[in-house]
């Protein structure tokens, strides 16, 4: 069983940055794919950014040039480095683990962007 636990969450100017971290329990995160995810009010959950075992990237456009996800494998963490945040960013982000058909989430954290 993984556990993961977000962080960094918070409020922040249009333009700022902030830095999401996700924490994972248990000896398998190095094999697990890693995505962030964001769910805005009245909206699906959406898939933010993903980072496969070998440290592949792929990005929503949305967030293309602006977002960076990386992977600290001896720490069990992924994060989520979002600059020139706007408005439109304003959601809970999630992130997830996966092996095959198994996936696991976090509880989320909030992200605000006030304009």
């Known amino acids: 069983q993984v556990q993961l636990v977000e962080s960094g969450g918070g409020l922040v100017q249009a333009g700022g940055s902030l830095r999401l971290s996700c924490a994972a329990s248990?000896?398998?995160?190095?094999?697990?794919?890693m995505g962030w995810y964001r769910q805005a009010p009245g909206k699906q959950r959406e898939l933010v950014a993903a980072?496969?075992?070998?440290?592949?990237?792929d990005y929503a456009d949305s967030v293309k040039g602006r977002f960076t996800i990386s992977r600290d494998n001896a720490k069990s963490t992924v994060y989520l480095q979002m600059n020139s945040l706007k408005s439109e960013d304003t959601g809970v982000y999630y992130c997830?683990?996966?092996?095959?058909?198994?996936?696991?989430w976090g509880q989320g954290t909030q992200v605000t962007v006030s304009s």
């Open positions: 997830r683990g996966s092996r095959y058909q198994l996936h696991y």
């Open positions: 248990g000896s398998i995160f190095s094999i697990l794919a």
């Open positions: 980072i496969t075992s070998g440290e592949t990237t």
